[in-house]
C-alpha cells in the first residue's frame, strides 16, 4: 500500500479503464536506444537543411504562444505542392493522428474495417479504440490486395497502404482502382513510403469521394521528431475529419519546419530518397547472397524471412544493431511460410549503418543456426 493510501484518503475500489482495453497492446516496437538504429524506417541521413534552419531561428514568443488552429499555412504549401486545394487537406499530430481521427469521422462503432494482412500494426488497434471491428484480409501471393476478399468483408472502411509497412511492397493500381470502383465505403489508402516508390494515388483523388490518403513527415521528410502527417481527400470528407481531430494538433515548431520543407527542401528530400533505393537494392542483393530470399521492396526498408526472428534480433541487438522483429506474420509467399511468419525488417540509412547491420546479421545468423 502506498502511503497515500495508508494516509486514508479514498478507500473506494480503484478506477477502472474500459474492459475491453485489457486486450489492446501498447505499441512498443523496439528496445532501448542502439548504436546502429534501422528500426523504425525514419530518415537516417537527418533532417532536410532549410527546415532545420527554421528550427534554430524559432522564438521564444513562437512557442509561448498557441499554434495555428488548422496549420493553415502548411495547407496551402501543401496544397501548391499538389496542386489540390488546402480545403482537401487535414494535417494532425502524425499520420497516427489523421488516421485513427479518420477511423473515427466515418468508422459506425460496430461496423468493420478491413485491412491488408501484413500491415501497420497500429491500424487494428485504431479500428478496436474506435469501437470498430478489424478484419484482416491477407495479401496475395503477389503482395497485392486481396481486393474481392476485402469487399467481402462488408466493411464501413477500407484500409491499404503502398508501399506496405513491414513487406515494403507496392498494390496494384488495379485493384486499388477495382475497390474504388466497387466499395461502397472510405477507402484510406496509406503512402507514409510513397517517396521512396515514385508513386502515388493521389491523381485519383479528383475522380473518387471516398478515398483518402495520407502521408507523413515521419520518413523520406526527415521530421519524425516533430510528429507532424497529413491527409489528402474531399473536402466534406476533410471538413468531418478536422472536427474529429480538433484544434491545435499540430505544434508551432512541426508546422513551421514541415511548411519550409515542403517549400525549401524538395531537392534534398528527393536526394535522400534517392539514396535509399540504391542502398535497399545493394542491401537486397546482400541479403540474396546470404541465401535469403527478402521481399521485393520499394520503401527504405526491407523485410527478410528468416527463422526465429526476435531471437536473431536480440543477437544483433548484442551486437548493437536495432532491427525489428516480427514473429507471425501471415505467411503470404514461400519465404514466410518457410519461416513461419518470421521475419526482420532492416531500415535503410548510409551504407556504414547497413553494412555494420549486416555484419550483425551473418554473425547473429550463425550464432543462432
Ligand atoms: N503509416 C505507416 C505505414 C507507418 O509505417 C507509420 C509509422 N511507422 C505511420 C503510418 C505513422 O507514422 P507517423 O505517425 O510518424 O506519421
Redesign the pocket.
Known amino acids: 500500500m502506498t502511503d497515500a493510501r495508508k494516509a486514508g484518503a479514498d478507500t473506494r475500489a480503484g478506477i477502472a479503464p474500459r474492459a475491453f482495453l485489457e486486450s489492446v497492446p501498447l505499441y512498443q516496437p523496439g528496445d532501448e536506444p542502439c548504436a546502429v538504429d534501422l528500426s ?2 525514419t530518415n537516417l541521413w537527418g533532417a532536410p537543411p532549410a527546415a532545420a534552419r527554421e528550427l534554430r531561428s524559432l522564438s521564444s514568443g513562437i512557442v509561448a504562444r498557441y499554434p495555428d488552429l488548422y496549420s493553415e499555412q502548411l495547407r496551402n504549401a501543401l496544397a501548391r505542392h499538389f496542386s489540390l486545394r488546402p480545403d482537401m487537406i487535414v494535417t494532425g499530430c ?4 489523421v ?1 485513427d481521427a479518420a477511423i473515427r469521422a466515418f468508422g459506425e462503432p460496430g461496423s468493420k474495417l478491413a485491412y491488408i494482412d501484413p ?2 500494426t ?1 491500424i487494428p488497434t485504431f479500428a478496436r479504440l474506435n469501437g470498430l471491428v478489424p478484419q484482416p484480409v491477407a495479401l496475395t501471393a503477389s503482395y497485392d490486395a486481396d481486393a474481392d476478399g476485402l469487399l467481402e468483408q462488408k466493411a464501413s472502411i477500407i484500409y491499404l ?1 503502398s508501399p ?2 513491414p513487406t515494403g511492397t507496392t498494390l496494384t493500381r488495379k485493384s486499388i482502382e477495382y475497390v474504388l470502383e466497387t466499395f461502397d465505403g472510405v477507402l484510406i489508402i ?1 503512402e ?2 510513397a517517396e521512396f516508390a515514385g508513386e502515388s494515388v493521389v491523381d485519383l483523388l479528383s475522380r473518387y469521394e471516398r478515398l483518402l490518403v ?1 502521408r ?3 520518413k523520406a521528410y526527415g521530421l ?1 521528431g516533430l ?1 507532424v ?1 497529413y491527409m489528402l481527400g474531399a473536402s466534406s470528407a476533410v471538413a468531418a475529419i478536422t472536427k474529429v481531430r480538433g484544434p491545435y494538433k499540430v505544434t508551432a515548431a512541426g508546422e513551421r519546419a514541415a511548411r519550409t520543407a515542403v517549400l525549401e527542401d524538395q531537392d534534398w528530400v528527393s536526394a535522400r530518397a534517392l539514396d535509399a533505393v540504391s542502398i535497399r537494392q545493394r542491401l537486397t542483393a546482400e541479403l540474396q547472397a546470404l541465401g535469403l530470399a527478402p521481399l521485393p521492396s520499394r520503401a527504405n526498408f526491407v523485410l527478410v524471412p528468416v527463422h526465429r526472428a526476435p531471437v536473431v534480433a536480440a543477437a544483433m541487438r548484442r551486437r548493437g544493431v536495432l532491427v525489428r522483429a516480427f514473429g507471425n506474420l501471415a505467411p503470404i509467399d514461400a519465404a514466410l511460410r518457410e519461416t513461419g511468419g518470421s521475419a526482420l525488417r532492416i531500415g535503410v540509412g548510409p551504407w556504414d549503418q547497413v553494412a555494420t547491420a549486416l555484419t550483425a546479421l551473418r554473425e547473429a545468423l550463425a550464432e543462432c543456426a
Not at 94 to 97: E, F, I, K, R
Request: hydrophobic letters at 30%; proline letters at 0%.
Open positions: 523504425d524506417n502524425g499520420s497516427d493522428d488516421l500491415t501497420f497500429m497502404c506496405n509497412n496509406d507514409a513510403y495520407a507523413t513527415f515521419s519524425a510528429r502527417g
